[in-house]
């Protein structure tokens, strides 16, 4: 017996917004990782296309709230235990959280950083050395927290797919 109405879907605003979010994330967090390593002129490179993705996903992140309030959406998936759809619920409401606060954090390295002075002048003299920057320890782990989310989201995804065998898939699509 089926758990979930498959039938009804998320408004197209929104599953376009949880693709399109979903994908920047994936650009977004190994970018990051990737300027860690780099010399404060490359970081430099690649930071205004690191800062206006995440720019992007806040905006969207907003939107999407702005469309669960104002278009009707499909009751949460239910899989037969209360814990588990609290859990469920409780991934699904933390990813708003922690990505508004994420790209808030990623403003204030780059307000804190030096990073805004630095692409203002067009020079690397104002840059602060990262154990100076406290914002960038916590955006990181932000950054990390987004990622566990996502994979626990995924995993419980796959998880109903297998077990439940109902393409829970076809509610976002």
């Known amino acids: ?26 650009v977004i967090f190994p970018l990051g990782k990737y300027m860690d390593e780099l010399s404060k002129a490359e970081k430099m490179n690649v ?10 996903v806040l905006l969207l992140t907003l939107l999407r709230i702005y469309f669960f309030f ?9 899989t037969g235990s209360s814990l588990n759809d609290k859990f469920a619920v409780f991934i699904q409401s933390s990813f708003y959280y922690f990505l508004i606060v994420l790209v808030l954090t990623g403003i204030g390295v780059i307000i804190t950083g030096g990073y805004w002075e630095a692409l203002l002048n067009g020079t690397t003299d104002a ?31 796959f998880r109903h797919l297998i077990k439940k065998k109902e393409n829970i898939f076809k509610r976002i699509f």
């Open 1 to 26: 017996m089926a758990l979930n109405d498959l039938s009804k879907k998320y408004s197209l605003g929104t599953r376009v917004i949880h693709w399109v979010t979903a994908a920047l994330v994936l």
């Open 47 to 56: 930071l205004p296309a690191h800062a206006l993705l995440g720019i992007l």
């Open 70 to 78: 104002k278009h009707k959406r499909p009751e949460s998936v239910k």
């Open 127 to 157: 840059l602060k050395s990262h154990g100076s920057i406290p914002l960038l320890s916590l955006h990181a782990l932000l950054a990390t927290i987004i990622m566990i989310l996502l994979t626990v989201h995924v995993i419980g995804v």
